[in-house]
Structures are given as structure tokens and as C-alpha cells.
Antibody
């Protein structure tokens, strides 16, 4: 059974750096074709794709947020980490991690999400 | 970056009716790279359709996807009470993996 779980702070202050961890099981990010992505959703708004890392350690970022994001993986721990710098109240959102299998090129399994509020 | 537009923004229908949701891309998208998701309040999105027309595991056959190029459609043949939700299309391209703004299907 494939599962993903997001963890990180529920509250961050403006200008701080957010670090989120996605811990997964049921698959390996060293397996060809496997990818993990981060997606966020502000309250009442649409989904926004942020970043993706693949089995070959290739990384892809949202054009609009590229300068603030870093995605990395620890294959031995089955974890993917996202850092976002210079947090602002508009970054308040639920942050999801999701698996992508390139056999389907879609996010087939999602974590439950973690809500992050940016406020002083 | 490819921009996805979904219409209508809200679709008000009754159970048993047919729902037709549209997703239009600002430039051509490979059919292999177009997916649809369903999201209910307080829940993570769920994959419905990948490759424009293939149903994900466990998805009922009342859900179908079609289209190519810049125009894609999600059809729900007969709405069940559990189908009232928000639906997003998403494309996998370079550089981004963008989502559309969503269509809310609510009860008339």
C-alpha cells in the first residue's frame, strides 16, 4: 500500500523559511519512473503545483516560485523535503505531497495535506 | 508555461443528470499528459482520469475523459450524490505541471 504523509510547522512568521517533509512508504524513489511532487492549495482556492523530484534526482519547479523553492530527497529515509524561503501571508495554504508514476503521468496517490499559516 | 482554463466555473445539476466539464489549454498538450482529479471538502484530490481518457484504479465507468490538442472533456454520465465536488484538470509538460482553476459541480 502506497502512502504519503506531510509534516512541518503549522505556523511560520513572514520572511521565515518553511521546511516541509514528505515521508512515504510502499514505493521507492530510486525506482525508475517514480517521482514525488509538492502541490499547495490556499483556503477556498485552486490547486497550485510547486515542485517535483524524480528517481534520477532531476528537479522541476513552478516558474513563478522557482527562486524560492528547493526540493530534495533522501532515498534511504523515503523522504522528500521542500524548502520555501521568504514566506508571506499569501503562502498560507494546505501543502500536499503526491506521487507521480510516469507510467500514468499523473498524481496517483496524495498525502492528506498539512495546513501552514503565515502570520506574525 | 501552459495555462489551463476550465468551464463552467460552477455547474448546477441534479442527481441522475449528465455533467460535461471542459478544460482548455493555452497550447497543445499531449493526450498522454492530461489528467482529471476530484476533490471533496476537507479531502485531498483523487485521481480520476489520466492520459486524457484512462480511468484510474477503482474509478466507476460513469466517469469518462476525452479530447486532444487544446480541448479536453470530463463527462459524468449520471451524477450520483457522491459526485458533487470540485474537478480539476492538470497537464504534465515542460516546465510546469499546471492545474486548471477547477469546476464545482453542485446540487441544483
Amino acid at each position: 500500500q502506497v502512502t504519503l504523509r506531510e509534516s512541518g510547522p503549522a505556523l511560520v512568521k513572514p520572511t521565515q523559511t518553511l521546511t516541509l517533509t514528505c515521508t512515504f512508504s510502499g514505493f521507492s524513489l530510486s525506482t525508475s519512473g517514480m517521482c514525488v511532487s509538492w502541490i499547495r492549495q490556499p483556503p477556498g482556492k485552486a490547486l497550485e503545483w510547486l515542485a517535483l523530484i524524480d528517481w534520477d534526482d532531476d528537479k522541476y519547479y513552478s516558474t513563478s516560485l522557482k527562486t524560492r523553492l528547493t526540493i530534495s530527497k533522501d532515498t534511504s529515509k523515503n523522504q522528500v523535503v521542500l524548502t520555501m524561503t521568504n514566506m508571506d501571508p499569501v503562502d498560507t495554504a494546505t501543502y500536499y505531497c503526491a506521487r507521480m508514476d510516469i507510467r500514468v503521468y499523473a498524481f496517483d496517490i496524495w498525502g492528506q495535506g498539512t495546513m501552514v499559516t503565515v502570520s506574525s | 508555461e501552459i495555462v489551463l482554463t476550465q468551464s463552467p466555473g460552477t455547474l448546477s445539476l441534479s442527481p441522475g443528470e449528465r455533467a460535461t466539464l471542459s478544460c482548455r489549454a493555452s497550447q497543445s498538450v499531449s493526450s498522454s499528459y492530461l489528467a482529471w482529479y476530484q476533490q471533496k471538502p476537507g479531502q485531498a484530490p483523487r485521481l480520476l482520469i489520466y492520459g486524457a481518457s484512462s480511468r484510474a484504479t477503482g474509478i466507476p465507468d460513469r466517469f469518462s475523459g476525452s479530447g486532444s490538442g487544446t480541448d479536453f472533456t470530463l463527462t459524468i454520465s449520471r451524477l450520483e450524490p457522491e459526485d458533487f465536488a470540485v474537478y480539476y484538470c492538470q497537464q504534465y509538460g515542460s516546465p510546469g505541471r499546471t492545474f486548471g482553476p477547477g469546476t464545482k459541480v453542485d446540487i441544483k
